[in-house]
């Protein structure tokens, strides 16, 4: 496997990071969101950056409000699932939180999404409760998940 590289998300990541987020989402964010939060101070986004190529493997991002923050965004290509690349992510950030003093990491996931359920449980995101029919396109419950940090 190429060495994967975690860095700060650029504009010039944003065409790849768009096109696996409408590859994995029904409704996906736009390039222009992500330009907006890539621009904002109450965002972090970080890129996994294929080694070899400097393609986008995957990305992640939060929106921090003071001691808390919430997951906006996590997802790998389909060609980089299964090497820890997630998990990797979630570690950075976890690091950025901590830089920021933040105490409360949140998310929000279907109900139905074992991979990614199985993998915050895996990072320490304990279940505080449900949203009924959160998500569109299907219609279907959010699993609401916090990890104290
Ligand atoms: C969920 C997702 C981000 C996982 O990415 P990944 O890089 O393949 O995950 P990792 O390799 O870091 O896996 C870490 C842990 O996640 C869990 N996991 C990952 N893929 C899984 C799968 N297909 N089935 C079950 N558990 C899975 C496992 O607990 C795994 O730990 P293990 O390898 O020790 O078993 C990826 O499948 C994805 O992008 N899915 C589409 C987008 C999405 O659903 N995002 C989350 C929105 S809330």
């Not at 590289?5 to 987020?21: F, L, Q, R, S, Y």
């Not at 964010?29 to 907006?36: E, H, L, Q, T, Y």
Request: glycine share 8%.
């Amino acid at each position: 496997m190429a060495d994967i590289i975690i860095e700060t998300m650029k504009h010039g990541n944003i065409d790849d990071v768009a096109a696996i987020e409408a590859a994995c989402f029904s409704t996906p964010w736009s390039r222009n969101a992500f330009a907006d939060a890539v621009d904002s101070e109450n965002y972090e986004y970080i890129v996994a950056l294929d080694g070899n190529d400097g393609g986008v493997a995957a990305y992640a991002g939060m929106q921090v409000v003071l001691d808390e923050a919430e997951i906006t965004n996590i997802a790998v290509d389909e060609r980089y699932r299964g090497r820890g690349i997630a998990g990797k992510l979630l570690e950075g950030l976890v690091t950025l939180c901590v830089r920021r003093g933040v105490k409360y990491l949140h998310l929000e996931v279907r109900e139905s999404n074992t991979a990614a359920r199985s993998l915050y449980a895996k990072c320490g995101f304990e279940i505080d409760g449900m949203r009924k029919n959160f998500y569109q396109k299907p219609t279907e419950n959010a699993v609401l998940m916090t990890k104290l940090l």
